[in-house]
């Protein structure tokens, strides 16, 4: 499947463009001084981009898709109730904290995929214990959690995310 960054093209399917993920990439610090970004070729980065786009858009948004038939959530709808005031924002582009997250999305499911057991495997996890054998206990109704830095960038997105994370939370809907 070949990747569709644009909002306005038939078979839009990415928050970011390989142009977009690679200077993401190239303007951060990596520890070895290597860029693991570049060690994928271009079909792997842009099913990485793809992939990191479906799981940003099955997060809670505020608004609705621009487009009735869009498949992803973003751009898209909604109205801010910032600082007192009321406004409508909408978007036809991909805001560029958008772009970034899915980048590091794009990085957390490489990631992800090198390790035994992934970020939500070990959220699952509500103790350990070794006597004579391992025996593990399970958290009930664990939740999918999201990289610190995802977090970070998506709450820059200031009122259009719907942060679930930090307790229980209570809408009033007004029609």
Known sequence: MALVSDPTEEGYNSFASLDEATAYFGETYWKNGKNPWTAFNPDE????????????????????PLVDAQLLAFPRSYTSYEY???????????????????????????????????DFDLSAIKSVSIDGAISVTFRDGVSAILPSAVMALLKTAGSAYIDLSTGPRSMTMVY
């Not at 980065?45 to 609705?64: F, K």
């Not at 582009?93 to 772009?99: G, R, T, V, Y």
């Not at 980048?103 to 090198?114: D, F, G, L, P, V």
Request: net charge negative; hydrophobic share 45%; glycine share 10%.
């Open 45 to 64: 980065q842009e099913a990485l981009l793809i992939t990191a786009s479906r799981r940003l858009s099955a997060l809670p948004w505020l608004g609705v």
């Open 84 to 118: 007192g005031g009321v406004t409508e924002v909408g978007t036809e582009a991909n805001p560029s904290w958008l772009i970034s997250a899915t980048a590091e999305m794009a990085r957390w499911t490489w990631e992800e995929s090198t390790r035994p057991l992934g």
